[in-house]
């Protein structure tokens, strides 16, 4: 009985409710965050030459013809769990998923994985050619922080601006995601241990989905105890994630993902998967997956909890 001597909820009933109002939180938000990339893009449109108009059109194209956005999902909800004002992370949002499309452009180049289907559609360069493949990556990295200089002047706090830029800065370079970039290539055809391989996981993933969510608690005014621990959460749940695109990649379908399966195997990748068989690669996912758990529980957060348990058992 409820203290107004009312009948308790049944807890499934509790936890139905909270997965529809998650369920319609994610819908909206993702969709708040496509319809802010549109406008910022009719605005760079108005008056463009043709030239740029094409470059337009090729950073459009896979930043808006699908995608999960989990990123996004991730700074907002970081910042509704320091603050209780998911409108304050926008602009970290915005960013980490122009970051994120850049990465997955030039990922999918001839020189890198040479795939051509991303997010249901033809890769940039198969539908562009591979110069405005690369182009359209650059500029969509650019766009990345002209959206969070733009988005964080006030109300958003200058300091959270600033720090937010840094930690995107440095998730996306030699020590982040393009280095992971470069040891996954370095890598292919080669036998390395599971700790260089867990190592190239967490940079070419998880420091994304780490600054997901410190960017958006950043701008959020997070404490630096808090970023801490929301960082060392993102890049367990991003090596989880990882493994989960890794099996996917195996044992996923081409017509569901948007993007190839199969083609790891191909390639030689070196990723846990390969070295660790599916029994003990799901293991290890497991186990990450539960570490991020715990690690953002003391945030009492449902928005941030349900998200990191659908970084790890996501199955797209
Ligand atoms: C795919 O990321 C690339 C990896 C880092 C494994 P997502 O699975 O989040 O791709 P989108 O954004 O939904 O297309
Ligand atoms: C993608 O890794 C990592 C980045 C884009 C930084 P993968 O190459 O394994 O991802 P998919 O399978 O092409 O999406
Ligand atoms: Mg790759
Ligand atoms: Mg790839």
Request: hydrophobic share 45%; with cysteine.
């Amino acid at each position: 009985m409820t203290a107004a001597g009312k009948p308790a909820a049944p807890l499934a009933s509790v936890a139905e409710r909270e997965d529809r109002l998650f369920e319609r939180w994610r819908v909206a938000s993702a969709a708040r965050v496509t319809r802010a990339l549109e406008r910022k893009f009719a605005r760079l449109r108005a008056g463009a030459a043709p030239e740029i108009v094409r470059l337009l059109d090729a950073m459009e194209w896979t930043l808006l013809g699908g995608g999960k956005r989990l990123r996004p999902l991730l700074a907002l909800a970081a910042a509704h769990a320091v603050c209780g004002d998911e409108r304050l992370g926008m602009p970290g949002a915005l960013a980490v998923e122009l970051l994120h499309t850049y990465s997955l452009v030039h990922d999918d180049l001839p020189d890198m994985d040479n795939d051509s289907v991303r997010r249901g559609r033809p890769a940039v360069h198969a539908r562009f050619g591979p110069a405005l493949g690369i182009l359209a990556g650059d500029a969509l990295q650019s766009l990345a922080f002209e959206v969070l200089s733009e988005g964080a002047a006030p109300p958003g706090t200058p300091q959270g601006a600033a720090a937010a830029a840094g930690i995107l800065a440095r998730a996306a370079g030699p020590l982040g995601m393009a280095g992971g970039q470069a040891e996954d290539l370095a890598f292919e055809g080669r036998d390395p241990g599971e700790e260089e391989r867990s190592q190239m996981a967490r940079r070419k993933t998880g420091e994304m989905i780490a600054a997901s969510l410190t960017v958006g608690a950043a701008l959020g005014g997070a404490t630096r105890a808090g970023l801490a621990r929301l960082r060392r959460a993102g890049l367990l749940a991003g090596e989880a994630f990882q493994i989960r695109d890794d099996l996917l990649n195996r044992e996923g379908d081409p017509q569901v993902m948007g993007k190839a399966a199969g083609s790891d195997e191909r390639r030689g990748k070196s990723t846990l998967l390969a070295r660790l068989g599916a029994d003990g690669a799901r293991k290890r996912l497991d186990l990450l997956a539960l570490k991020a758990e715990r690690l953002v529980s003391p945030f009492v957060s449902p928005r941030l909890d349900r998200m990191i348990r659908a970084l790890s058992a996501r199955s797209f």
